[in-house]
């Protein structure tokens, strides 16, 4: 779903190919794949284990390169960059949620929020106003001197995604975000995260085994022969 008022998609993978060499034979994970993904747009990546969904979100993210075609990140071609310029597309235009939420135990949540922006320049004061803010967007406001050990799972996972959002990506990158909690915690982490992408006009991939979460995302993709196929 292309945005009038957007002339590229926040994310796309074009024509990308990844294949790993197994013994003399070469095991073909991405064939030629196309995706793009478009701001405030929530998409799941649903697929069966081994069918190269970590491989794509690795791609996505700039963490590997495709044998072959291009990632573009707000319309720029990433193919020619080094390593020092994909790093700083990771840190400025793409956030991470994983599984596991990773968070710095020794550091409150507010902490945990402040330092990303910080390593990307904002000054102690600025990145401070910007985590409460999103920490109080996600319901944690009352939570902000707390360090990880003294949260719920979901309020952790919901510390992460406020970090992976801080320094204002365009694309939102997640993994299984709600794998490790209860239903009921799992639903409060979705809605809190897609209610993010869409006030954030981010563009979010979202892989997920999970078929009721994905079913309410704005589109569903999954992995057949190396090519991304849309689902209805």
Request: proline share 5%.
């Amino acid at each position: 779903m292309m945005s009038e008022k957007t002339a590229y998609p926040a994310l796309w993978l074009h024509d990308v190919s990844r294949a790993y060499q197994q013994g003399d034979t070469p095991l073909v994970i991405l064939d030629k794949a196309e995706l793009a993904l478009w701001p405030g747009q929530s998409v799941a990546l649903v697929a069966p284990s081994g069918a190269g969904k970590s491989t794509l979100l690795h791609i996505a993210g700039l963490l590997e390169k495709p044998d072959s075609g291009d990632v573009f990140v707000n319309g720029v071609s990433t193919a020619g960059m080094d390593d020092g310029a994909r790093a700083a597309a990771r840190r400025v235009d793409i956030g991470f949620v994983y599984q596991f939420h990773h968070l710095l135990p020794e550091f409150t949540a507010l902490e945990n929020v402040v330092l990303p922006q910080m390593i990307a320049g904002l000054s102690r004061a600025e990145a401070k106003v910007r985590a409460a803010q999103l920490l109080e967007y996600l319901g944690l406001g009352h939570r902000l001197a707390h360090r990880p050990a003294e949260l719920s799972g979901g309020e952790q996972q919901r510390v992460a995604i406020a970090r992976a959002v801080a320094n204002g990506p365009r694309v939102l990158l997640a993994d299984e975000p709600t794998g490790n909690l209860d239903p009921r915690t799992a639903d409060q982490v979705f809605t809190a995260l897609t209610d993010l992408v869409r006030a954030s006009s981010l563009a979010a991939l979202i892989v997920t085994h999970n078929m009721e979460i994905a079913a309410r995302m704005d589109r569903r993709v999954t992995l057949r022969e190396g090519a991304v196929v849309e689902l209805a």
